[in-house]
């Protein structure tokens, strides 16, 4: 196979996002590196990256850890593009915060550095969070990029489980945008809202899980979708890309195509998939918790970027694919 569009590298191959983003890559004519965390024994299965479409030709695996930035600096070799979107991530709290929120970012300053380093990458693309958006405590309907989660906010309002998440995000996407100013490195940073579709990750992917609780009677869950911002896996694959490309791309894209609110979602699954027990919208009045504001995608859209997918399509494709993989 030709290789049409050069060489890119992609961290954090074995996620969510990351995994459907390598797939997307090598179908546009794209060689890929990518990077997973050191697997001593061997015990890891990596079929489902190594067995798509293209990889046997123009795939490259890596291995590397955020703990050890050094350890990226092959992979980007060669590269005109890195898309960073490992992350680390512990909703558990196994780990002080600030040391998850200093991994990441000494992770994906180490990461930069290699760039400049390897004087072939031209654009780095650094796959954020709504989380590094929306915690601020404005009460605001749509945010646009201008909008950053306040850190003391999240310190002070929110649960534990989320906090050393949200903000490690808000913080590395801070820094590498900053560094990026710095030395002169064309840094670009996408903000997706809750990702939703299938997945080609063996793990079950959290955001996946969350937009299907009203499916899977999760009930702990049903909070996080009183206000609810989502897009399609393959939309945030296409838009990482896209900024990639985009000549002029500079700064935060939001990337999120529909918002709903619990009850209304809960009308269109009962609507749609009435062989699952839906709760009735009316029986979900009673759930608290924190209203999210909507994100604004309309800085990537005047770029002349446009979403493929609906609401029908983010949870056909999402349900069908936890069915084949026995979750539902």
Known sequence: MEDVKGTVCVTGGTGFIASWLIKRLLEEGYSVHTTVRPDPENKRDLSFLTGLPGAAEK????????????????????SKGVFHVATPVDFENKEPGEVVTERAISGTLGILKACLKSGTVKRVVYTSSASAVVCNGQDVEMMDESFWSDVNFVKEKLTP?????????????RAALEFGEQHGLEVVTLIPTFVVGPFICPKFPGSVRSSLALLLGNRSEYSYLLNMSMVHVDDVARAHIFVLEYPDAKGRYNCSSHTTNLEKLSEFLGGRYPEYPIPAPESLAEIKGTKSPGLSSKKLLDTGFRYNYGLEEMFDHAINCCKEKGYL
């Open 59 to 78: 795939l490259k695996i890596f291995t590397a850890d955020l703990s050890d930035p050094h350890s990226f600096d092959a992979a980007i070799a060669g």
């Open 161 to 173: 489980n989320f906090r050393s998440y949200m903000i490690s995000k808000t913080m590395t996407e």
